[in-house]
Structures are given as structure tokens and as C-alpha cells.
């Protein structure tokens, strides 16, 4: 699977970000996608998933009812929309598909990444 990310780019605190991703290669429908963010000296952490079998949803409690992740099967594209931003979510976003996708966590196991795109939130 081929991803590509796009959407990336400086915004201000308090203002959003829609992330893009887009796959090709394999049935989209038939895998989850995870959204991941790596920031400087920090290790690369899941924030949000959706699982193909079931559309569940879940997110880390960082960016809970801050960011909404939503898959266009139709478009083979999955989004991650960022509202009040903050400064600590400057990081660099990656997306992947099949992630551990649970409650309790976002893990990436076995799958394909993007490239990821920068996101910087000014204070």
C-alpha cells in the first residue's frame, strides 16, 4: 500500500488542520488507518484509528474531542480534522494502515507508512 499525506502547515493556537490521506493499492475498505505524530526528541505516538470491521473509533486522551479521524472508502482517503490546536501538537503526522486499533491502544504492528507532514502550532 502506497499512502501519501497532505494538509500539513503552520497554524496558530486555537485554529485547525485537516489532514488527508490517501491510499492505493489494496481494497482501502478492508483495512483499519491510523493517524500517528512524532515530535522532536519524542517517540511516534497513535492518537486516532478506525477499524474496517466495525467503524469504531477511538483516540489518545490528548486530542479527544479535539480531533476528528473519518475514512472516504469511495476516495481510498482517510482524514484527521485538528481543532484548537495547541502548541504541543507540533509534530511531525503520519499516517499507516493496520494498526492496533483499541480502546486501551494505537499501535502500529505490521503495515505501510506515509511519508508524514509537518504541523506547527505557534503560541
Known amino acids: 500500500v502506497q ?3 497532505s494538509g500539513g502547515g ?3 493556537s ?3 488542520l485537516r489532514l488527508s490521506c490517501a491510499a492505493s493499492g489494496r481494497t482501502f475498505s478492508s ?3 491510523g493517524w500517528f505524530r512524532q515530535a522532536p526528541g519524542k517517540e511516534r505516538e497513535g492518537i486516532s484509528c478506525i477499524r474496517s470491521s466495525d467503524g469504531m473509533i477511538f483516540y489518545k486522551d490528548s ?3 479535539r480531533f476528528t479521524i473519518s475514512r472516504d472508502n469511495a476516495k481510498n482517503t482517510v482524514y484527521l480534522q485538528m481543532n484548537s490546536m495547541k502548541p504541543e501538537d507540533t509534530a511531525v503526522y503520519y499516517c499507516a494502515t493496520d494498526p492496533i486499533c483499541s480502546r ?3 499501535f502500529f504492528l505490521a503495515g505501510s ?3 508524514g507532514t509537518q504541523v506547527t502550532v505557534s503560541s
Open 3 to 5: 499512502l501519501v499525506e
Open 10 to 12: 503552520l497554524v496558530q
Open 14 to 16: 486555537g485554529g485547525s
Open 31 to 33: 483495512y483499519a488507518m
Open 63 to 65: 486530542v479527544k474531542g
Open 104 to 106: 486501551a491502544q494505537i
Open 113 to 115: 507508512w506515509g511519508q
